[in-house]
């Protein structure tokens, strides 16, 4: 059982993941943000599995893991600033879904599903060889368990003992494609047997059973135990991405019946059961969220926007001949 203080901070982050997505779908619908893809519903996993981690490990995250920069400690300005596209962003306008940084120890994710996954475990490699004692954690959704890049990536986890942790956030639906059409396997878990890695499935809407799992593998890692697969068995409660129609494919009967294990809604349950929280707490505390965030969005949005150039800059060394030439047309 994790501790109560533990437990009201993981439930804080949250709040602010959820309510942080909350926001920024509205501002996609009133057109001032691109495109945005909300974890609505999968809050545990993200936030219980970065908690889990020390300050000098490394993430590598899809477009879904809010969470986990939150529980990182990264500046709500920087995230609002990366929807925006505001000089602020330090991606400067590139990869709109995709967040990452140095400083937190965050690395960008890929356009393309699972190509980060061999990414994730040369780079574990790299710290093995270098004799750090650091882990790295890699998220990716049960469609990635589909690519070539899974299977690779976990062969060489298990062959070398890099000392990687893969989350699987199974929410059952690749967009719109089933899992019942993504593998035959019993679980995702038991995929990792074949390449000689221990695999656990685990229920991704129990905040304590991702902390403490998560907690396990990384140590194990640490100590030079080898890598670890853990399938977080969830539900996606929001569509896909802001371009996705789930009512084509998803019952109403199946959503409500998830919304019923919704990981926040669990959590306060338990820390009210513990004497921990209350509803004039909690109240207070989405307000709370919600005033902060907002008053982000003020900040960012008097920033000067992304000068035009900034499409060509952190992409080639010298930018080539015909993109100097579009560039001077585009101004």
Excluded at 41 to 63: C, K, S
């Amino acid at each position: 059982m994790v501790e109560g203080e533990k437990l009201l901070t993981m439930y804080r982050d949250m709040v602010m993941a959820r309510v942080f997505d909350s926001w920024m779908v509205k501002l996609q619908r009133m057109g001032r943000v691109a495109a945005y893809t909300s974890s609505e519903g999968q809050e545990a996993i993200a936030v219980g599995a970065a908690h889990a981690l020390r300050p000098d490990d490394w993430i590598f995250p899809t477009y879904r893991e809010t969470g986990a920069y939150i529980a990182r400690r990264v500046p709500l300005e920087v995230l609002v600033a990366r929807q925006l596209g505001s000089v602020l962003d330090p991606l400067k306008g590139h990869e709109v879904l995709l967040f990452g940084g140095r400083r937190f120890r965050i690395v960008t994710g890929p356009g393309p599903v699972a190509a980060h996954l061999c990414t994730s475990v040369g780079f574990a490699l790299a710290a093995k060889y270098r004799g750090e004692d650091t882990v790295v954690l890699a998220f990716f959704g049960d469609g990635a368990t589909s690519k070539g890049d899974f299977n690779e990536g976990l062969n060489m986890a298990g062959v070398t003992d890099a000392p990687v942790v893969f989350i699987c956030q199974n929410n059952q639906y690749a967009i719109s494609v089933p899992l019942s059409r993504q593998t035959a396997s019993e679980s995702i878990a038991v995929k990792a047997k074949a390449y000689g890695l221990d695999g656990v499935r685990i229920d991704g809407n129990d905040i304590q059973a991702c902390y403490l799992t998560t907690l396990e593998a990384v140590e194990k890692a640490r100590r030079g135990g080898g890598p670890t697969l853990i399938e977080a068995f969830t539900y996606r409660l929001a569509p896909h991405s802001t371009a996705d129609d789930p009512s084509r494919y998803i019952s109403r009967e199946e959503l409500e019946e998830w919304r019923k294990r919704d990981p926040l809604k669990r959590l306060k349950k338990e820390l009210v059961s513990r004497g921990l929280w209350d509803e004039e707490r909690d109240r207070q505390l989405y307000s709370d969220c919600d005033r902060l965030i907002s008053s982000k969005i003020e900040e960012v949005e008097k920033a000067a926007p992304l000068p035009i150039q900034a499409i060509l800059e952190d992409v080639y060394h010298t930018p080539p001949w015909h993109l100097k030439e579009e560039l001077e047309s585009l101004k």
